[in-house]
């Protein structure tokens, strides 16, 4: 199918655990996007990147960590899980059209 | 500091009547402003947007209005329908349009439109 697959859809991790979140496209969009969601936050920009091998910080890029070898893939790491880091996790790529969003990733960590 | 503020977490109105829903911005930078709509469990899906250079873009039950002077803008919805029950963000970008650049979300209003 056609679209932006984040996956898991959920996912329980304990602090200090490192954790990575996947995002594929199925497209060949250059710009891809990793927000969080959060209460009385909206949607806040952890990384971008404008293409394979070049990436950017966001507005909240501490304790993250991202890579992009190939076009299609995006994962964001938590390389030591913490509490405050328990969101709703939305990859984006960005064409013409304006952003497609995928469906989230709701990371839990205790 | 919030760029994007959307002061009414939430918002209740009968169907058939309009929805009005609020969007502030401190950055005058900002040339293109974008809302969208979001479903639970699902990602936010794109509803409208406008230029700068533009006061008013419409799109059927849905208009979204800019005054640059008051840095302000808002979604008007005619006739509310239960379906448009969701999450209303606003989004704005200094790149001219989309297509290139970063956006910051304001904080989002949840709006519930009852039968």
């Known amino acids: 199918d056609a679209g932006i697959t984040q996956s898991p859809r959920y996912k329980i991790t304990e602090t200090g655990r490192q954790v990575t979140l996947m995002c594929h496209q199925t497209w060949s969009h250059s710009y891809m996007f990793w927000y969080r969601q959060d209460l009385g936050h909206g949607l806040r920009l952890i990384y971008y990147s404008a293409a394979a091998d070049i990436t950017d910080k966001g507005e909240v890029p501490d304790g993250y960590v991202v890579s992009r070898s190939k076009t299609e893939n995006f994962p964001l790491t938590l390389e030591s899980a913490t509490r405050s880091q328990t969101s709703v996790y939305f990859c984006?790529?960005?064409?013409?059209?304006?952003?497609?969003f995928g469906s989230g990733t709701r990371l839990t960590v205790v | 500091d919030q760029q994007v503020k959307q002061n009414s977490p939430s918002l209740s109105v009968q169907e058939g009547r309009i929805s009005i829903l609020n969007c502030d911005y401190t950055?005058?930078?900002?040339?293109?402003f974008l809302w969208y709509k979001k479903y639970p469990a699902e990602g936010p899906t794109f509803l409208i947007s406008?230029?700068?250079?533009?006061d008013k873009n419409e799109d059927g039950r849905f208009t979204v209005f800019l005054n640059k002077s008051a840095k302000h803008l808002s979604l008007h919805i005619v006739p509310s329908q239960p379906g448009d029950s969701a999450v209303y963000f606003c989004?704005?970008?200094?790149?001219?349009?989309?297509?290139?650049?970063?956006?910051?979300f304001g904080q989002g209003t949840t709006l519930q439109v009852k039968p």
């Open positions: 406008i230029s700068s250079i533009k």
């Open positions: 984006a790529s960005l064409d013409s059209a304006g952003y497609t």
């Open positions: 950055n005058s930078m900002f040339d293109y």
């Open positions: 989004a704005a970008s200094d790149n001219g349009s989309s297509n290139t650049g970063k956006l910051i």
